[in-house]
């Protein structure tokens, strides 16, 4: 009999990282479920353990707890958060805490990982990018940027990694109806009084609608597992629906004016400014 592999998860306490943790322990794995709002102990058949990404620390005392349940055979980096703003009123701190918990968190877990993962001769890492790591949505600028910065970093791992049994995926979902709202603050700046305030109210209620009628998060959950299960996994798997799809190839393959007009209009109901 094979023996049970292991998973260890970040941003396993809500949204897709929790729908995703459980689809791989239904699934066989062993999961080992990291998140801050964990203390420690069993849960619903993971084990769960404190996590922050932010800090190396709690990341060492992460992985070295983990390890003595069981070595990664794979790593599924979930933690992410957003803050809301007009590029010009999100303040340089609140880019900083975007890029610190969705990119930099994710760097700091792999310099962990890939050790243990080139010692014992292989292993998967999986890491959350999102469309906003392949087209810009307005007033998502700092989680646009710290997906789009996963998107260049995972290029090169991917390139690095391979001699060493290590295999590299990016998943880039679109609008799943699985994400709170206690991680998408505005940024302080952020008022009525904003010049901004008409076009940034019209496009976070459509952010907000495109999210609570997202796909389903346990269908993406269930995927990633059957896909983690294969030998050979795919570099991107892009998880959306149609329209999201199409809006990818709009934007990669039409010029930068008419994919500005047809996001301006969808998010701020408004045509090119003049
Ligand atoms: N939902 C969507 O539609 C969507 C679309 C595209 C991409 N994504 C990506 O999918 C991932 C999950 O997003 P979501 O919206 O489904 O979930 P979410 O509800 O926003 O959950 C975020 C998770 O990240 C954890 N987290 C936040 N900061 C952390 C830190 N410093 N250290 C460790 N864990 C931290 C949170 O747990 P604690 O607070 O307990 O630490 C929580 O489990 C993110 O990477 C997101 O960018 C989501």
């Given at each position: 009999?094979?023996?049970?592999?292991t998973?260890?998860?970040?941003?396993?306490?809500?949204?897709?990282?929790?729908?995703?943790?459980?689809?791989?322990?239904?699934?066989?794995?062993r999961?080992?479920?990291?998140?801050?709002?964990f203390?420690?102990?069993?849960?619903?058949?993971?084990?769960?353990?404190?996590?922050?990404?932010?800090?190396?620390?709690?990341?060492?005392?992460?992985?070295?707890?983990?390890?003595?349940?069981?070595?990664?055979?794979?790593?599924?980096?979930?933690?992410?958060?957003?803050?809301?703003?007009?590029?010009?009123?999100?303040?340089?701190?609140?880019?900083?805490?975007?890029?610190?918990?969705?990119?930099?968190?994710?760097?700091?877990?792999?310099?962990?990982?890939?050790?243990?993962?080139?010692?014992?001769?292989?292993?998967?890492?999986v890491?959350?990018?999102?469309?906003?790591?392949?087209?810009g949505i307005?007033?998502?600028?700092?989680?646009?940027?710290?997906?789009?910065?996963?998107?260049?970093?995972?290029?090169?791992?991917?390139?690095?990694?391979?001699?060493f049994?290590?295999?590299?995926?990016?998943?880039?979902?679109?609008?799943?109806?699985?994400?709170?709202?206690?991680?998408?603050?505005?940024?302080?700046?952020?008022?009525?009084?904003?010049?901004?305030?008409?076009?940034?109210?019209?496009?976070t209620?459509?952010?907000?609608?495109?999210?609570?009628?997202?796909?389903?998060?346990?269908?993406?959950?269930?995927?990633?597992?059957?896909?983690?299960?294969?030998?050979?996994?795919?570099?991107?798997?892009?998880?959306?629906?149609?329209?999201?799809?199409?809006?990818?190839?709009?934007?990669?393959?039409?010029?930068?004016?008419?994919?500005?007009?047809?996001?301006?209009?969808?998010?701020?109901?408004?045509?090119?400014?003049?």
């Amino acid at each position: 009999m094979d023996r049970q592999k292991t998973v260890w998860v970040t941003g396993a306490s809500s949204g897709l990282g929790l729908h995703t943790a459980m689809a791989l322990r239904d699934g066989g794995w062993r999961v080992i479920a990291g998140a801050r709002s964990f203390d420690g102990g069993e849960k619903d058949g993971m084990f769960c353990l404190r996590l922050d990404v932010t800090d190396e620390e709690s990341i060492r005392e992460f992985c070295r707890r983990a390890e003595e349940i069981a070595p990664p055979d794979a790593l599924v980096q979930c933690a992410g958060m957003l803050v809301l703003g007009s590029c010009e009123e999100t303040s340089a701190e609140e880019f900083r805490r975007v890029m610190d918990t969705n990119y930099l968190g994710m760097v700091r877990m792999n310099r962990e990982v890939l050790p243990r993962m080139r010692a014992q001769g292989g292993g998967k890492i999986v890491m959350f990018s999102s469309i906003n790591g392949l087209m810009g949505i307005p007033f998502q600028s700092a989680y646009t940027a710290s997906k789009h910065a996963i998107e260049g970093y995972a290029e090169c791992l991917m390139l690095e990694a391979k001699p060493f049994g290590i295999q590299v995926m990016l998943v880039e979902p679109g609008d799943h109806r699985s994400g709170s709202d206690k991680y998408r603050p505005h940024a302080a700046a952020m008022s009525e009084k904003s010049p901004y305030a008409a076009e940034y109210a019209s496009a976070t209620a459509q952010i907000h609608h495109d999210e609570t009628n997202g796909s389903d998060p346990d269908k993406l959950g269930r995927k990633l597992a059957r896909t983690l299960d294969r030998k050979r996994i795919p570099f991107r798997k892009r998880i959306a629906s149609p329209d999201q799809h199409l809006a990818v190839y709009i934007h990669r393959f039409l010029g930068a004016r008419l994919n500005a007009w047809i996001l301006r209009k969808y998010y701020t109901g408004k045509e090119q400014a003049k």
